[in-house]
Structure formats: C-alpha cells, structure tokens
C-alpha cells in the first residue's frame, strides 16, 4: 500500500509555505506498512510565534479529515520556540482525547532534538530516527 492509498490526501491541499516555515507532504521513503488513516509531514524552516498558528490549523485539519497518525519529520527544521512546541502538545492532546492516533517526530536537527531534550517534550512526543522506527513505536 503506498502513499496514493492514504485518505486521498494531494499535494496541492496539503503543502503550504508561511513566513520562514514550508510543509510538504512526504512522498519519498514511505515503508510499506504506513497506514492508511497516517500523514507524514515534511517541515522545513522555523516554527515560531508567526507560523505555529498556521501549522496547528493545517494539523488539526488532517486530523478532522480522519488522519490518526501524524509523522512530523524535523531534519530541514532550523528553530522552533515555545509556540512550536506548543503545536505538537496540543496535537498530542487532541489525539490522546480522540482515543486513538498519535504523533511522532523523526530525524531531528541536533539542535531541535537538544530543545526536545530541554523542555522534556520528549517523554511525552515520541521522536525517533526515522519514519520507519517511527510507525514501529506508534502502531504497535
């Protein structure tokens, strides 16, 4: 099952660009066992008080669209702040009261995995090397 199979999710609706921060939906490197009601995420740039907002909107909308698994990978992101991280919890939190899903993060930046470390968002997200440890820990 390929990423075609997914909850008929294209490009164009998916991929947006605000201020110094660029979301794609990942189409490469997709493991054969990525479900079908899963989205990967590739971010690059900054995730700050000036593009959090638009980030959470975008992630929220997958999961309203019926996205249970969120794969966010992090190796192009340069900076994220409180409001970035922000992002991420709520997501958790939106999922976890859903009763299903989750989030993972895969192939941080050294910096961005030294903030992950720093605020103890770690113990609470998983962040994994990559996309395919990534599914191991969340679908099983």
Do not use: C, W
């Not at 008929?8 to 605000?18: A, P, R, T, V």
């Not at 966010?72 to 970035?84: A, C, L, P, Q």
């Not at 968002?121 to 820990?137: E, H, M, Y």
């Amino acid at each position: 099952m390929g990423a075609d199979d997914s909850l008929n999710l294209d490009g164009e609706e998916m991929d947006f660009s605000i201020n110094e921060l660029t979301v794609n939906l990942q189409k490469e490197e997709i493991p054969e066992n990525f479900p079908k009601d899963g989205v990967a995420l590739k971010i690059s740039g900054e995730i700050n008080l000036y593009s959090a907002h638009a980030l959470k909107e975008k992630i929220f909308d997958l999961i309203d669209k019926g996205f249970i698994y969120i794969f966010v990978n992090m190796e192009n992101i340069r900076y994220i702040d409180s409001s970035g991280l922000a992002v991420f919890m709520s997501t958790h939190a939106k999922l976890v009261k859903n009763g299903k899903g989750g989030i993972a993060m895969f192939s941080p930046s050294s910096q961005v995995n030294k903030i992950l470390e720093l605020t103890k968002l770690k113990s609470l997200i998983r962040v994994t090397g990559t996309l395919k440890d990534a599914l191991n820990i969340l679908l099983n």
